[in-house]
Protein backbone atom coordinates (compact mmCIF):
# COMPACT_ATOMS: atom_id res chain seq x y z
CA UNK A 1 0.00 0.00 0.00
CA UNK A 2 0.64 3.65 -0.21
CA UNK A 3 1.91 3.56 3.59
CA UNK A 4 5.71 3.60 3.71
CA UNK A 5 6.08 2.59 7.04
CA UNK A 6 4.73 -0.87 6.24
CA UNK A 7 7.02 -1.14 3.36
CA UNK A 8 9.97 -0.58 4.81
CA UNK A 9 10.34 3.47 4.11
CA UNK A 10 9.86 1.96 0.43
CA UNK A 11 7.87 4.03 -1.86
CA UNK A 12 5.65 1.80 -4.18
CA UNK A 13 5.34 2.78 -7.80
CA UNK A 14 1.72 1.25 -8.26
CA UNK A 15 -0.53 0.92 -5.07
CA UNK A 16 -2.78 -2.07 -5.28
CA UNK A 17 -6.54 -1.10 -3.66
CA UNK A 18 -7.97 -4.04 -1.06
CA UNK A 19 -4.95 -6.33 -1.53
CA UNK A 20 -2.63 -7.38 0.96
CA UNK A 21 -1.10 -10.97 1.88
CA UNK A 22 -2.08 -12.94 5.12
CA UNK A 23 0.58 -13.38 7.70
CA UNK A 24 0.33 -17.05 7.53
CA UNK A 25 -1.16 -19.38 5.26
CA UNK A 26 -2.14 -17.95 1.93
CA UNK A 27 -1.77 -18.49 -1.73
CA UNK A 28 -1.17 -16.13 -4.60
CA UNK A 29 -2.43 -16.97 -7.92
CA UNK A 30 -1.52 -15.97 -11.42
CA UNK A 31 -3.85 -15.18 -14.07
CA UNK A 32 -3.70 -14.42 -17.89
CA UNK A 33 -6.28 -12.09 -19.27
CA UNK A 34 -8.73 -14.86 -20.11
CA UNK A 35 -8.63 -15.85 -16.71
CA UNK A 36 -6.21 -19.13 -17.32
CA UNK A 37 -4.64 -20.13 -14.54
CA UNK A 38 -0.42 -19.93 -15.30
CA UNK A 39 1.14 -20.36 -12.11
CA UNK A 40 0.34 -20.34 -8.17
CA UNK A 41 2.35 -20.16 -4.79
CA UNK A 42 0.50 -21.72 -1.95
CA UNK A 43 2.30 -21.13 1.39
CA UNK A 44 1.84 -21.71 5.13
CA UNK A 45 2.96 -19.76 8.01
CA UNK A 46 6.48 -21.07 8.65
CA UNK A 47 5.58 -24.93 9.33
CA UNK A 48 7.51 -26.07 5.85
CA UNK A 49 8.07 -22.06 3.88
CA UNK A 50 10.54 -19.44 5.48
CA UNK A 51 8.81 -17.32 7.86
CA UNK A 52 11.14 -14.23 7.45
CA UNK A 53 9.62 -10.83 9.53
CA UNK A 54 10.07 -7.91 7.21
CA UNK A 55 11.90 -9.96 4.75
CA UNK A 56 11.52 -10.85 1.20
CA UNK A 57 10.94 -14.41 0.06
CA UNK A 58 12.45 -16.05 -3.53
CA UNK A 59 12.21 -19.30 -5.29
CA UNK A 60 16.11 -20.54 -5.44
CA UNK A 61 15.65 -21.48 -8.97
CA UNK A 62 12.66 -21.04 -11.72
CA UNK A 63 13.28 -24.44 -12.42
CA UNK A 64 12.21 -25.71 -8.53
CA UNK A 65 8.52 -26.41 -7.37
CA UNK A 66 7.10 -23.49 -5.62
CA UNK A 67 5.02 -25.22 -3.47
CA UNK A 68 7.83 -27.17 -1.74
CA UNK A 69 8.87 -24.54 0.94
CA UNK A 70 12.48 -25.97 1.20
CA UNK A 71 13.10 -24.44 -2.68
CA UNK A 72 12.29 -20.68 -1.12
CA UNK A 73 14.96 -18.86 0.81
CA UNK A 74 14.99 -15.77 2.43
CA UNK A 75 16.55 -11.92 1.26
CA UNK A 76 19.57 -10.75 3.03
CA UNK A 77 20.29 -7.17 1.70
CA UNK A 78 18.63 -4.54 3.56
CA UNK A 79 16.97 -1.53 2.21
CA UNK A 80 14.91 1.54 3.86
CA UNK A 81 14.54 1.47 7.53
CA UNK A 82 15.47 -1.95 8.11
CA UNK A 83 13.79 -4.33 5.81
CA UNK A 84 15.64 -6.99 3.67
CA UNK A 85 14.79 -7.29 0.17
CA UNK A 86 15.90 -5.85 -2.94
CA UNK A 87 13.58 -3.36 -4.59
CA UNK A 88 14.40 -2.99 -8.27
CA UNK A 89 16.82 -5.57 -8.37
CA UNK A 90 17.75 -9.40 -8.61
CA UNK A 91 16.68 -11.06 -5.33
CA UNK A 92 19.23 -12.86 -3.04
CA UNK A 93 19.14 -15.22 -0.66
CA UNK A 94 20.72 -15.75 2.58
CA UNK A 95 20.18 -19.57 3.58
CA UNK A 96 18.14 -22.08 1.35
CA UNK A 97 18.60 -25.16 -0.56
CA UNK A 98 21.61 -26.04 -2.65
CA UNK A 99 21.16 -25.42 -6.27
CA UNK A 100 21.55 -28.15 -8.78
CA UNK A 101 24.78 -27.93 -10.29
CA UNK A 102 23.87 -29.04 -14.04
CA UNK A 103 26.56 -31.53 -15.36
CA UNK A 104 26.07 -33.83 -18.67
CA UNK A 105 25.38 -37.64 -17.93
CA UNK A 106 28.46 -38.94 -18.62
CA UNK A 107 30.12 -36.33 -15.68
CA UNK A 108 27.75 -37.68 -13.40
CA UNK A 109 28.48 -41.80 -14.58
CA UNK A 110 32.38 -41.07 -14.66
CA UNK A 111 34.52 -43.72 -15.34
CA UNK A 112 34.48 -45.64 -12.68
CA UNK A 113 31.94 -47.90 -10.48
CA UNK A 114 29.95 -45.09 -8.78
CA UNK A 115 28.71 -41.59 -9.75
CA UNK A 116 31.53 -39.09 -9.51
CA UNK A 117 29.74 -36.70 -6.85
CA UNK A 118 27.19 -39.11 -4.68
CA UNK A 119 24.49 -36.77 -2.26
CA UNK A 120 25.25 -33.77 -4.82
CA UNK A 121 21.68 -32.30 -6.30
CA UNK A 122 22.23 -32.18 -9.82
CA UNK A 123 20.53 -30.81 -12.93
CA UNK A 124 20.87 -33.34 -16.48
CA UNK A 125 18.97 -33.44 -19.43
CA UNK A 126 18.63 -36.21 -22.25
CA UNK A 127 15.75 -38.74 -23.96
CA UNK A 128 13.69 -41.28 -22.65
CA UNK A 129 15.05 -44.29 -23.87
CA UNK A 130 12.83 -46.86 -21.10
CA UNK A 131 9.87 -46.35 -19.43
CA UNK A 132 8.83 -48.06 -16.34
CA UNK A 133 7.04 -45.94 -13.77
CA UNK A 134 4.28 -48.19 -12.76
CA UNK A 135 4.24 -49.20 -9.33
CA UNK A 136 4.72 -52.26 -9.78
CA UNK A 137 7.51 -51.91 -12.12
CA UNK A 138 10.85 -49.96 -11.27
CA UNK A 139 9.16 -46.65 -10.29
CA UNK A 140 11.45 -44.72 -12.79
CA UNK A 141 12.87 -44.46 -16.54
CA UNK A 142 16.33 -44.30 -18.52
CA UNK A 143 17.43 -41.16 -19.58
CA UNK A 144 19.85 -41.20 -22.29
CA UNK A 145 22.38 -37.95 -23.15
CA UNK A 146 21.83 -37.14 -26.93
CA UNK A 147 24.49 -38.48 -29.47
CA UNK A 148 25.53 -34.70 -30.01
CA UNK A 149 26.50 -34.26 -26.43
CA UNK A 150 28.16 -37.46 -25.75
CA UNK A 151 31.22 -37.30 -25.02
CA UNK A 152 34.41 -39.39 -26.55
CA UNK A 153 35.61 -41.76 -23.25
CA UNK A 154 34.42 -44.95 -23.72
CA UNK A 155 34.93 -45.72 -20.58
CA UNK A 156 31.84 -43.44 -19.20
CA UNK A 157 28.45 -43.98 -19.53
CA UNK A 158 26.01 -41.62 -21.27
CA UNK A 159 22.62 -43.17 -19.40
CA UNK A 160 21.32 -43.21 -16.08
CA UNK A 161 18.37 -44.66 -14.11
CA UNK A 162 16.00 -41.77 -12.63
CA UNK A 163 13.86 -43.11 -9.73
CA UNK A 164 10.72 -41.00 -8.63
CA UNK A 165 9.02 -43.46 -6.97
CA UNK A 166 5.33 -42.23 -7.17
CA UNK A 167 6.03 -40.68 -10.85
CA UNK A 168 4.13 -37.71 -10.71
CA UNK A 169 5.45 -36.21 -13.87
CA UNK A 170 4.56 -38.84 -16.35
CA UNK A 171 6.87 -39.20 -19.29
CA UNK A 172 7.46 -41.71 -22.64
CA UNK A 173 9.63 -43.16 -24.42
CA UNK A 174 11.38 -40.78 -26.89
CA UNK A 175 10.42 -37.12 -24.78
CA UNK A 176 13.33 -34.63 -24.13
CA UNK A 177 13.35 -34.55 -19.91
CA UNK A 178 15.24 -32.61 -17.43
CA UNK A 179 15.59 -33.89 -14.02
CA UNK A 180 16.96 -32.42 -11.02
CA UNK A 181 17.59 -34.71 -8.49
CA UNK A 182 20.30 -36.37 -6.02
CA UNK A 183 23.15 -38.82 -7.69
CA UNK A 184 23.62 -41.57 -5.83
CA UNK A 185 24.13 -45.87 -5.70
CA UNK A 186 21.55 -48.21 -4.97
CA UNK A 187 23.04 -51.21 -4.82
CA UNK A 188 25.52 -50.68 -6.88
CA UNK A 189 23.53 -49.19 -9.54
CA UNK A 190 24.08 -45.86 -10.32
CA UNK A 191 20.57 -43.07 -10.12
CA UNK A 192 19.54 -39.97 -10.09
CA UNK A 193 16.79 -39.64 -6.99
CA UNK A 194 14.26 -37.03 -7.84
CA UNK A 195 12.22 -37.57 -4.71
CA UNK A 196 14.70 -35.79 -2.21
CA UNK A 197 14.37 -31.93 -1.56
CA UNK A 198 14.73 -30.23 -4.82
CA UNK A 199 13.86 -33.04 -7.03
CA UNK A 200 11.89 -32.38 -10.20
CA UNK A 201 10.98 -34.02 -13.12
CA UNK A 202 10.65 -30.97 -16.16
CA UNK A 203 8.96 -32.49 -19.61
CA UNK A 204 10.82 -30.51 -22.38
CA UNK A 205 9.56 -31.58 -25.51
CA UNK A 206 6.45 -34.34 -25.28
CA UNK A 207 7.26 -35.80 -28.54
CA UNK A 208 9.26 -38.72 -30.39
CA UNK A 209 12.97 -37.34 -29.62
CA UNK A 210 14.18 -41.47 -29.85
CA UNK A 211 15.98 -40.31 -33.04
CA UNK A 212 18.47 -38.40 -30.80
CA UNK A 213 20.09 -41.61 -29.43
CA UNK A 214 21.72 -44.67 -31.04
CA UNK A 215 21.72 -48.18 -29.35
CA UNK A 216 25.19 -49.14 -28.55
CA UNK A 217 26.50 -52.12 -29.99
CA UNK A 218 27.64 -54.81 -27.68
CA UNK A 219 29.00 -58.62 -27.67
CA UNK A 220 30.07 -61.20 -25.03
CA UNK A 221 32.25 -61.98 -23.31
CA UNK A 222 31.94 -59.32 -21.02
CA UNK A 223 35.12 -57.66 -19.76
CA UNK A 224 36.45 -59.06 -16.89
CA UNK A 225 35.21 -57.21 -13.64
CA UNK A 226 36.32 -56.84 -10.00
CA UNK A 227 34.63 -60.32 -9.07
CA UNK A 228 34.34 -63.79 -11.43
CA UNK A 229 31.36 -61.81 -13.32
CA UNK A 230 32.06 -59.42 -16.17
CA UNK A 231 31.39 -56.09 -16.54
CA UNK A 232 29.57 -53.66 -18.87
CA UNK A 233 29.53 -50.84 -16.27
CA UNK A 234 30.43 -48.53 -19.04
CA UNK A 235 27.27 -48.29 -20.91
CA UNK A 236 24.92 -48.92 -17.44
CA UNK A 237 22.16 -46.95 -18.21
CA UNK A 238 22.15 -47.05 -22.32
CA UNK A 239 20.13 -48.69 -25.07
CA UNK A 240 22.09 -51.70 -26.17
CA UNK A 241 21.82 -53.67 -28.97
CA UNK A 242 23.61 -57.21 -29.19
CA UNK A 243 24.44 -58.48 -32.47
CA UNK A 244 25.15 -61.71 -31.58
CA UNK A 245 22.83 -64.93 -31.68
CA UNK A 246 22.14 -65.25 -28.33
CA UNK A 247 20.96 -68.88 -26.80
CA UNK A 248 18.58 -69.12 -23.90
CA UNK A 249 20.69 -71.41 -21.57
CA UNK A 250 18.53 -70.91 -17.99
CA UNK A 251 15.37 -69.74 -16.89
CA UNK A 252 15.33 -71.00 -13.15
CA UNK A 253 13.97 -67.22 -12.34
CA UNK A 254 11.76 -67.01 -15.05
CA UNK A 255 8.71 -67.78 -12.84
CA UNK A 256 9.73 -66.22 -9.85
CA UNK A 257 11.83 -62.98 -11.84
CA UNK A 258 10.76 -62.15 -15.35
CA UNK A 259 14.09 -63.55 -16.18
CA UNK A 260 15.74 -65.65 -18.48
CA UNK A 261 19.76 -65.81 -19.33
CA UNK A 262 21.14 -66.16 -22.56
CA UNK A 263 24.17 -67.01 -24.05
CA UNK A 264 26.50 -66.61 -26.76
CA UNK A 265 28.14 -70.06 -28.63
CA UNK A 266 25.64 -72.01 -27.58
CA UNK A 267 24.07 -73.71 -23.89
CA UNK A 268 26.86 -73.90 -21.21
CA UNK A 269 27.79 -77.08 -20.23
CA UNK A 270 29.08 -78.21 -16.74
CA UNK A 271 32.86 -77.93 -16.53
CA UNK A 272 33.38 -81.95 -16.08
CA UNK A 273 31.75 -82.65 -19.41
CA UNK A 274 34.77 -81.89 -21.22
CA UNK A 275 37.43 -81.74 -18.56
CA UNK A 276 38.90 -83.89 -15.80
CA UNK A 277 38.11 -82.57 -12.54
CA UNK A 278 40.36 -79.64 -11.68
CA UNK A 279 39.97 -76.91 -8.70
CA UNK A 280 42.13 -74.46 -11.08
CA UNK A 281 40.07 -75.33 -14.01
CA UNK A 282 36.54 -74.97 -12.37
CA UNK A 283 37.49 -71.74 -11.37
CA UNK A 284 38.64 -70.29 -14.90
CA UNK A 285 35.39 -71.96 -16.60
CA UNK A 286 32.37 -70.14 -13.69
CA UNK A 287 34.75 -66.95 -14.50
CA UNK A 288 34.59 -67.52 -18.41
CA UNK A 289 30.51 -68.79 -18.43
CA UNK A 290 29.64 -65.36 -16.29
CA UNK A 291 31.57 -63.05 -18.91
CA UNK A 292 29.69 -64.88 -21.99
CA UNK A 293 25.92 -64.36 -20.58
CA UNK A 294 23.13 -61.79 -20.02
CA UNK A 295 20.12 -61.54 -18.18
CA UNK A 296 16.85 -60.53 -20.41
CA UNK A 297 15.18 -59.43 -17.59
CA UNK A 298 11.02 -58.06 -17.65
CA UNK A 299 10.26 -54.54 -16.63
CA UNK A 300 9.19 -54.69 -13.05
CA UNK A 301 9.79 -55.62 -9.57
CA UNK A 302 7.43 -57.36 -8.93
CA UNK A 303 7.53 -61.34 -8.00
CA UNK A 304 6.11 -64.69 -9.12
CA UNK A 305 4.04 -62.53 -11.97
CA UNK A 306 1.19 -64.29 -13.12
CA UNK A 307 0.64 -64.53 -15.55
CA UNK A 308 4.70 -64.71 -16.69
CA UNK A 309 5.17 -61.70 -19.39
CA UNK A 310 8.51 -63.12 -21.26
CA UNK A 311 8.92 -63.19 -24.50
CA UNK A 312 5.96 -60.56 -24.70
CA UNK A 313 3.20 -58.75 -22.44
CA UNK A 314 0.84 -61.03 -23.75
CA UNK A 315 2.23 -64.03 -21.56
CA UNK A 316 2.48 -67.67 -23.12
CA UNK A 317 0.30 -70.04 -24.57
CA UNK A 318 0.38 -73.46 -26.82
CA UNK A 319 1.63 -71.57 -29.46
CA UNK A 320 3.26 -68.74 -28.15
CA UNK A 321 6.65 -70.33 -25.95
CA UNK A 322 10.29 -71.19 -25.57
CA UNK A 323 12.36 -74.33 -24.78
CA UNK A 324 16.13 -74.05 -23.91
CA UNK A 325 18.38 -73.87 -26.50
CA UNK A 326 16.58 -71.54 -28.59
CA UNK A 327 18.18 -68.36 -29.66
CA UNK A 328 17.25 -64.39 -29.50
CA UNK A 329 18.42 -62.16 -32.26
CA UNK A 330 19.19 -58.82 -32.32
CA UNK A 331 18.87 -58.39 -28.49
CA UNK A 332 17.81 -54.79 -28.04
CA UNK A 333 17.20 -53.42 -24.85
CA UNK A 334 18.88 -50.53 -21.45
CA UNK A 335 21.40 -52.67 -19.47
CA UNK A 336 20.74 -52.56 -16.15
CA UNK A 337 22.08 -53.61 -12.92
Given at each position: ????????GL???????????????????????????????????????????????????????????????TA????????????????????????????????????????????????????????????????????????????????????????????????????????????????????????????????????????????????????????????????????????????????????????????????????????????????????????????????????????????QP????????????????????????
Amino acid sequence: NSDTTTNGGLAVDYEYSNYFLANGDDEVVLLDDDGLEIDRVEYDGGSQFPDPTGASMALSAPTLDNNVGANWCTASTTYGSGDRGTPGAANDCDSGPVRPTTRFIHEIQGPGSAVTTPGELVSASGVVIGDYQAGTELRGFFLQEEDSEADSDSATSEGIFVYCNDCSTDVAEGNLVQVIGTAEEFFNMSQIDVTETGGEVILLDAGDNSGLVTATALSLPAAAGTDEEGTFEHVEGMLVRFDQTLTVTEYFQLARFGQVVLSVDGRQAQFTAGNAPSVSGYSAHLAEIARNRIALDDFNNFQNFDPVLHPQPGGFSADNFFRGGDVVEQLLGVMHW
